[in-house]
C-alpha cells in the first residue's frame, strides 16, 4: 500500500528569513521581564515552519537570522555600560551555534519523512530526533568555548509556568527537550493533510495534557534554617565611582536594623565586602562585628589576592575567628572577569580588553559550607546557570542554596530577572530553597516548589529574614545527573545521522538500491 508522504514543499526563502526573524523576538518574550512563557514554544515552532523545505545551506541562513533576531535582544543588557562590541561579539558567536543547529534540523524535517514515511513516524520520531538536535545545540554552547554561555536555554522560559515541575524529573535540558519536542510534535502535526482535524488537535491537546498531569516531585523536609539575606544596594559596577569600604558599609547600613533578630547566619551578596577582609583589619573588624552583633556567621563574598592570585570569592565568617571556609568561584566569566588569550583579542577591542585589567583565577575549593550543622550550597553569580557546578553541591549535600550575585552593571534591565528565572527552576530542579541575593536585585528567596517566599525591591537596601526549609531530597533529575542531557542529546545527533544516510539510499532510484556499492558506481559511469 502506497504511503502518503506529505511534500517537504516550505515558504519561499524570502518568507522563511521573514517568519524566522519574527520567531526570535517571539522567543524571547517568552523570557523574564515579559516571561510570557507560551510564546517559547510558539517561537520554536515558527522557526521550524520557517525551515521546512529547506537545505543545509539555505537552512544555515535562516538559523542564522532566527538566532541574531534571539540573541540581540536578549543579551540587550550587555550595551549599558559596555556598548555594542561585546554585545554583538556574543550574540553573533551564539548565532552561529543556533545556525548550525537549524540547518541540521532542516535537514531532518525536509528528509526525514522519506526515511520514516509511515504516519507513527512522522509524527513520532521526528518530532524526538529535533527537540534532541536543539537540546545538544544547547548544551555544547554552555559549556564551549571558554566555558560557554549557559543563557537563554528554552528551559529558562518556563520558570513559572506550568510546566516548571518537569525539571525535577528530567533536569534543565531535558525540560529544554520537552519544551521542543512539543513544538515540533504540533508542527508535524499541521504537515498531515490526510490526517483529519479533529484528530490532529486530540494528539496536541493530549500531548499538553499528559505534560501538564505530571507530579511535582514531593520534597522532604529536613529542618528549618532562619536566614537574613541582605541587599546593600550599593552600585558594584565595573565603572562605578565608589571610596574604599563604600559597599561594605551600605551592607552593614542595611543589616543593623537586623540586630537582636534570631537568624542562624547571614547572607550579603557578591561583592558585599569591597574591601579583602583577609588583607584588612579594618574590613575584618566589621565583618567581626557584623557576626558578633547578629549572634550568627556571615557569609560574604568579596575579591581575595592569595599567593600572587585574585579570586571571587565567598567567605564564611566567624567573630573572633575570621574566615572559617571560602569558595573560590569555578566559572569567572570570560572577557569580564579574566580575559581569554588576551594577546589575540586586544588588537581586536584594545580600549575594551584593558577594562578587564585583572585575571580572576578558576577556583578548585568545593562549593558547600558547613554553617554550624546547615550545609549550604554557594553559587557565585552565572554558577547557578552552570549545570555540573548545581549537580556538585548537592552531591556534597547541600541543604539549602545561597546563589550570591552583584548585578550593578546591568542596571535595571532583564538580565537580573533572567537570572532570577534560572535560581527558580535550580529551586524546583534540586527540591532546595534557594536564596538570590544580589547586591541590587532582583532579590527573592524561593522555596523548593519554586514559588516566592519574599523578595526585595530593585536598588533599595533592604533584607529579608526568613525561615525557610532545608531539604536532603534527590530529585530524578539530580539522581541522574547530566547522562539525561546526554542520553537526549545522543537522541538528535544519532537520528540526524540515520537520516543522512538512509535518506540518501531512500533518495537513490529504485534501480539502484538492490545494487551493491561498486555495481551502483560503474552504472553511473556508464550512464
Not at 41 to 52: C, D, N, Q, R, S
Request: hydrophobic residues 50%.
Amino acid at each position: 500500500m502506497k504511503t502518503d508522504i506529505p511534500r517537504a514543499a516550505g515558504l519561499p526563502l524570502w518568507a522563511a528569513i521573514l517568519l524566522a526573524a519574527g520567531a526570535g523576538a517571539i522567543l524571547d518574550a517568552g523570557f523574564p521581564d515579559r516571561s510570557w512563557w507560551i510564546l517559547a514554544p510558539v517561537g520554536v515552532a515558527l522557526m521550524l515552519l520557517a525551515l521546512i523545505g529547506r537545505g543545509p545551506w539555505t537552512g544555515l541562513l535562516v538559523g542564522l537570522v532566527a538566532g541574531l533576531s534571539f540573541w540581540l535582544i536578549h543579551i540587550s543588557w550587555l550595551t549599558l555600560y559596555l556598548g555594542p562590541v561585546p554585545w554583538l561579539a556574543l550574540a553573533g558567536l551564539e548565532s552561529i551555534f543556533f545556525a548550525v543547529g537549524l540547518a541540521l534540523t532542516a535537514v531532518v524535517l525536509t528528509v526525514g519523512p522519506r526515511v520514516w514515511p509511515s504516519l507513527a513516524g512522522r509524527i513520532g520520531v521526528i518530532p524526538v530526533i529535533v527537540a534532541g538536535l536543539w537540546t545538544a545545540r544547547e548544551a555544547i554552547s554552555a559549556v564551549w568555548p571558554y566555558g560557554g554561555f549557559s543563557w537563554g536555554r528554552v528551559a529558562m522560559s518556563q520558570s513559572e509556568s506550568p510546566f516548571n515541575v518537569l525539571v525535577a524529573w528530567v533536569g534543565m535540558s531535558g525540560l529544554s527537550f520537552v519544551m521542543v519536542w512539543l513544538s515540533a510534535l504540533v508542527v508535524q502535526l499541521c504537515r498531515e493533510p490526510a490526517l483529519r482535524v479533529d484528530g490532529r488537535a486530540a494528539i496536541a491537546v493530549a500531548a499538553v495534557a499528559l505534560l501538564l498531569v505530571f507530579p511535582a516531585w514531593p520534597t522532604l523536609q529536613s529542618g528549618t534554617a532562619r536566614i537574613a539575606a541582605v541587599q546593600g544596594a550599593s552600585d558594584a559596577g565595573l565603572f562605578a565611582q565608589n571610596a574604599p569600604g563604600q559597599i561594605l558599609s551600605d551592607h552593614v547600613s542595611a543589616t543593623l536594623p537586623l540586630v537582636g533578630e534570631p537568624v542562624d547566619f547571614v547572607v550579603w551578596p557578591e561583592n558585599g565586602i569591597d574591601v579583602d577582609p583577609l588583607r584588612s583589619t579594618d574590613s575584618a573588624r566589621v565583618a567581626d562585628y557584623i557576626s558578633r552583633a547578629m549572634d550568627a556567621p556571615l557569609i560574604a563574598g568579596t575579591i581575595t589576592l592569595r599567593d600572587g592570585k585574585y579570586y571571587n570569592t565567598s567567605l564564611l565568617w566567624k567573630a573572633g575567628e575570621g574566615a572559617v571556609d571560602m569558595y573560590d568561584k569555578v566559572h569567572p566569566v570570560p572577557f569580564a572577569e579574566y580575559m581569554p588569550d588576551r594577546a589575540f583579542w586586544r588588537p581586536f577591542a584594545p580600549d575594551l580588553i584593558d577594562l578587564v585589567s585583572r585575571d580572576y583565577e578558576i577556583g578548585t575549593r568545593d562549593n558547600v559550607f558547613d554553617v554550624d550543622g546547615i550545609l549550604a550550597g554557594i553559587a557565585i553569580c552565572f554558577d547557578i546557570a552552570d549545570d555540573q557546578l548545581v549537580h556538585e553541591m548537592i552531591d556534597n549535600k547541600a541543604e539549602v542554596i545561597l546563589a550570591q550575585t552583584n548585578n550593578a552593571d546591568f542596571g535595571r534591565t532583564d538580565e537580573s530577572v533572567q537570572q532570577l528565572a534560572i535560581a527558580r527552576l535550580r529551586a524546583i530542579e534540586a527540591g532546595r530553597t534557594v536564596v538570590n541575593i544580589s547586591t541590587v536585585g532582583t532579590s527573592a528567596i524561593m522555596t523548593p516548589d519554586g514559588k516566592t517566599l519574599a523578595s526585595l525591591p530593585t536598588w533599595e537596601p533592604g533584607a529579608m529574614v526568613q525561615t525557610v526549609p532545608l531539604s536532603t531530597t534527590n530529585t530524578p533529575a539530580m539522581s541522574a545527573g547530566r547522562p539525561i542531557e546526554w542520553f537526549v542529546s545522543g537522541l538528535g545527533l544519532a537520528g540526524l545521522l540515520f537520516c543522512l544516510i538512509a535518506g540518501r539510499w531512500a533518495s537513490a532510484p529504485e534501480g539502484e538500491r538492490a545494487m551493491p556499492d561498486r555495481a551502483r558506481v560503474r552504472k553511473r559511469r556508464r550512464g
